[in-house]
C-alpha cells in the first residue's frame, strides 16, 4: 500500500481498488482466505494468521460468466460475485469459506468449490433459527471448521490464539460502533457514502490494519470541518447489502443516510464476541443470535409466533427503533435485492412494524446493476419529497 | 411574474407556461428523442414563442420527468410523482388517486390535501406501460391512436396469458394465426395491460376520485377497461400527458411565492437557452 494516504481518503482509494493490499500480503507469504457472507466466523481465519477478504460483486459487471453455473433468477448478487470470481478477480485467494446462511450461498459453495481450484475449501451449516439447540449445534459446526483450518494451516487453533484474535474483532465493532456515532448529528459529519468505503475496505483487510484505518478515519472525522451538507432528509436503509457507493449517491442526492443496516454496514459490527470459557461458543452464539439478518427465523417466545403479532414484531424489530430514535431517522428505505426471498418475505412485517412506530418507509427493488439506478432515483426522490414536506 | 413547469419523459417533452394568477398560457408537447438537452431548450423557446414572453420573464422553472437533470436552465428538480400529484388535484380537486400510466413507467399516486402522499412503481419492466401498447400496435401495423377506437368494436374479449411485453406479442402473433379478430385481440390486451396497472394501485388503495393521466390516457380502450376493472368512476384530463408539466409550472410558482412572502431570494439558474454541460455538474 502507499502508504500515503490516511483515513478517508485511504479508504477510498482501498474501495477503488480493493484487492491490492490482499495481493501485497500473498506476495508477502500470506494466506488470504475468501468468504462471501458476514455469517463467517472470521476471528477463526486471523487466529491462524490467515487474512479474511470479502469476495463482492461488482454492479458494472455485466454477468456474463455465472451463466456457465447458476440459474437467471437467482440471487443476482450472487451471480455477480461468482462472475466476478470466475474472471480471476480473486486468483490471489488461497481457500474459501462458505456458509448456509441463506440458500443461494449453500447453493453456490457447491460451484465455488467445482469451479475455482484453491487448495483450501470450507462450507460451514448453519441453522435458520436462535433455539439453543441450535447455537449447539452451530458450535459443533464452528469445531469441524476449526479442525478443517488446523489441518490446512498445520497449527493449532489455541484458546489462546482465538481469544486475541476475537477481542481485535470486538475492537473493530466497536470502532465501526464509534463511527457511526459520528452520523448522529444535523448534518452528519461522515456520509452514507464515506461509510460504505470505509467498511468495504474493513472486509478486505487483515483485522489490525482495518482497525488502524478505523482510528484514522474517526479522529480524521471529529476534526473536520466541511463535511456532508445537511438534506432535507434522515435515512434508514434496511437492506441485504449495500455495499455500493453509487446506489448510496443516489440515496444521498436528497437526503443524509445516517444509518445503512446491512452488510455493507453496520450489520456484521454491533456488540461484541463474548470471551466464554470455550471460545467457540461465544462465537456461535454472536453469530447465530446477533447478527440481525432476515435469513433467521425469530420469534418472540419460542412457538408462539401467531398469538402477539405487535410483540413478535418488536421482537424481530425493535433494535431498529432505538437506532430511529437517536439518530433522528425520519423514513426508512427497504432496499431488495430481486430475488432475496429472506428479505422480501421479512419486507411486510417490517413495513408493518415501522407503521407502527409512526415511520414512513418505502420497498424498493433492484437487481444489483447500475442500470436500474435511474428508476431508484425516481423513486427514492419522491419519497423524500413526500417525508420531507411533512 | 411567470413560471414554468419542464416534464421530460421517456418518450415525449412536455412544457407549461402559466402566470401569477395560475392561467394556462401555453403548453407544448414533442417527442424526447436521444438528445433532452437540446430538446428542452427548444420545447421551451416553442413554449415561450406561443405565450409572447422571453426566457428572462420567468420567475421560476422546475424540472421533472426522467429527464429532469438535463434542463440547463430549471431552478430546481422535483420528481414527476410529485408533480403529477399537483397537478392532477389542481384539475380534479377531489381527487385522492393519480394513475398515470406513461411511455416507461405505470404509476399510482395517493393525494391528499392537493400533495403527494404516497405512491407505488412498476418495476423495471415494460408491461403495464405505454411501450407494451406501443411495441403491440407496430406488430399489429396499426396506429397507437386507432387502438382503442379499435377495440371496442370487440365482440368477446382474448383472455392473454402473459403479461411480459416480449411474451405478449409471441401470444399476439400466434392468435392472429389462429384466425382471431384483431379487435377482440386489443381489447384482450387492453384488459391484460389495465389489470397489471390495477394490481399495482391496489397495493396502495383506491380512493375515488379516481385519475388517469399519461399518454394511455388517450387510448378510449383503456380508459373503458381501467372502468371495468376498478368499478369505479375514471376522469381523465383533456390534456392527460400534461399534469406533470402543469404541476410543476404550479410547484413553482408555489415555491416562489411562498419563498418571496418570507424575504427569501431563492436560487436561480441562468436563463439563457444554451447547450447543457454535464449534467452532474448542475444537478444538486
Redesign the interface.
Known amino acids: 500500500m502507499s502508504g500515503k494516504n490516511k483515513g478517508l481518503s485511504k479508504a477510498r482509494e482501498i474501495y477503488l481498488n480493493r484487492s491490492q493490499r490482499a495481493r501485497e500480503l500473498k506476495a508477502a507469504g500470506k494466506k488470504i482466505i475468501g468468504y462471501p457472507c458476514v455469517y463467517v466466523p472470521l476471528e477463526m481465519l486471523t487466529a491462524l494468521d490467515l487474512v479474511p477478504y470479502q469476495t463482492c460483486g461488482d454492479m458494472k459487471e455485466p454477468v456474463t460468466e455465472a451463466d456457465r453455473a447458476l440459474p437467471h433468477a437467482f440471487c443476482p448478487i450472487m451471480r455477480n460475485c461468482l462472475h466476478c470470481a470466475l474472471k480471476g478477480k480473486n486468483d490471489f485467494l488461497e481457500g474459501m469459506v462458505t456458509i448456509h446462511s441463506c440458500d443461494p450461498q449453500e447453493k453456490t459453495a457447491r460451484v465455488w468449490e467445482s469451479y475455482t481450484k484453491y487448495p483450501y475449501f470450507h462450507f460451514i451449516d448453519m441453522p435458520i433459527t436462535v433455539r439453543p439447540e441450535a447455537v449447539e449445534y452451530f458450535k459443533g459446526q464452528l469445531d469441524d471448521f476449526r479442525k478443517t483450518l488446523e489441518v490446512f494451516t498445520g497449527k493449532k487453533l489455541s484458546k489462546d490464539r482465538l481469544e486475541v484474535a476475537t477481542k481485535s474483532h470486538n475492537r473493530q465493532r466497536a470502532l465501526v460502533t464509534e463511527l457511526y456515532e459520528l452520523t448522529k448529528s444535523s448534518p452528519p459529519l461522515i456520509s452514507g457514502t464515506e461509510i460504505v468505503q470505509v467498511v468495504k475496505a474493513l472486509t478486505s483487510l487483515p483485522v489490525a490494519e482495518g482497525n488502524d484505518l478505523l482510528i484514522e478515519t474517526i479522529s480524521e472525522v471529529k476534526k473536520r470541518t466541511a463535511g456532508p451538507e445537511k438534506k432535507s432528509a434522515r435515512l434508514l436503509i434496511w437492506s441485504s447489502t449495500l455495499d455500493d457507493t453509487d446506489i448510496m449517491q443516489v440515496f444521498e442526492?436528497k437526503a443524509n443516510v445516517v444509518m445503512n443496516e446491512s452488510c455493507g454496514g453496520v450489520r456484521a459490527y454491533r456488540g461484541e464476541v463474548k470471551l466464554t470459557a470455550d471460545p467457540l461458543e461465544g462465537l456461535a452464539d454472536y453469530y447465530l443470535n446477533e447478527i440481525t439478518c432476515a435469513r433467521t427465523f425469530r420469534q418472540a417466545t419460542l412457538g408462539e409466533t401467531r398469538k402477539d403479532y405487535a410483540r413478535d414484531l418488536q421482537s424481530r424489530f425493535g433494535y431498529l427503533r432505538g437506532a430511529i430514535r437517536d439518530w433522528r431517522i425520519n423514513g426508512v428505505i427497504m432496499l431488495l435485492v430481486r430475488y432475496c426471498d429472506p428479505f422480501a418475505f421479512e419486507m411486510p412485517s417490517l413495513k408493518d412494524y415501522l407503521n407502527s412506530i409512526g415511520i414512513p418507509s418505502i420497498y424498493i427493488?433492484?437487481?444489483y446493476t447500475v442500470?436500474?439506478l435511474?428508476?431508484m432515483r425516481?423513486?427514492v426522490?419522491?419519497f423524500i419529497?413526500?417525508i420531507s414536506?411533512q | 411574474m411567470y413560471f414554468a413547469g419542464v416534464d421530460i419523459g421517456s418518450t415525449m417533452t412536455k412544457v407549461v407556461l402559466m402566470d401569477r394568477a395560475g392561467n394556462l398560457l401555453s403548453f407544448i408537447k414533442g417527442p424526447t428523442g436521444a438528445e433532452h438537452r437540446r430538446l428542452a431548450n427548444e420545447v421551451m423557446r416553442e413554449a415561450l414563442e406561443k405565450a409572447s414572453l422571453q426566457i428572462d420573464d420567468i420567475s421560476y422553472i422546475v424540472a421533472t420527468g426522467y429527464g429532469r437533470l438535463n434542463v440547463p436552465f430549471a431552478d430546481c428538480q422535483i420528481t414527476e410523482l410529485s408533480c403529477h400529484a399537483r397537478g392532477v388535484s389542481s384539475l380534479f380537486p377531489n381527487a385522492r388517486t393519480a394513475i398515470d400510466i406513461g411511455g416507461q413507467d405505470a404509476k399510482s399516486m395517493k393525494i391528499d390535501n392537493g400533495r403527494l402522499v404516497n405512491f407505488v412503481m412498476n418495476d423495471k419492466c415494460a408491461a403495464g406501460t405505454g411501450r407494451f401498447l406501443e411495441v403491440t400496435a407496430t406488430t399489429l401495423a396499426i396506429k397507437l391512436g386507432e387502438m382503442g377506437a379499435i377495440s371496442l368494436k370487440a365482440t368477446k374479449k382474448i383472455q392473454i396469458s402473459n403479461l411480459c411485453t416480449i411474451f405478449a406479442q409471441q401470444e399476439v402473433v400466434a392468435l392472429l394465426s389462429r384466425g382471431e379478430k384483431l379487435e377482440n385481440i386489443l381489447a384482450g390486451l387492453h384488459d391484460a395491460l389495465t389489470s397489471r396497472v390495477a394490481a399495482l394501485a391496489r397495493r396502495l388503495g383506491i380512493e375515488p376520485d379516481l385519475v388517469l393521466t399519461g399518454g394511455v390516457a388517450k387510448n378510449i380502450g383503456m380508459v373503458e377497461a381501467m372502468k371495468q376493472n376498478l368499478g369505479c368512476e375514471i376522469f381523465v384530463p383533456e390534456e392527460p400527458l400534461l399534469t406533470g408539466a402543469l404541476g410543476a409550472a404550479i410547484l413553482a410558482k408555489e415555491t416562489y411565492v411562498k419563498a418571496a412572502a418570507a424575504g427569501e431570494a431563492l436560487p436561480t439558474k441562468s436563463r439563457r437557452l444554451e447547450k447543457a454541460t454535464f449534467f452532474s455538474q448542475e444537478y444538486r
Open positions: 442526492a427493488e433492484y437487481d442500470g436500474a435511474a428508476p425516481t423513486r426522490e419522491a419529497e413526500t414536506q
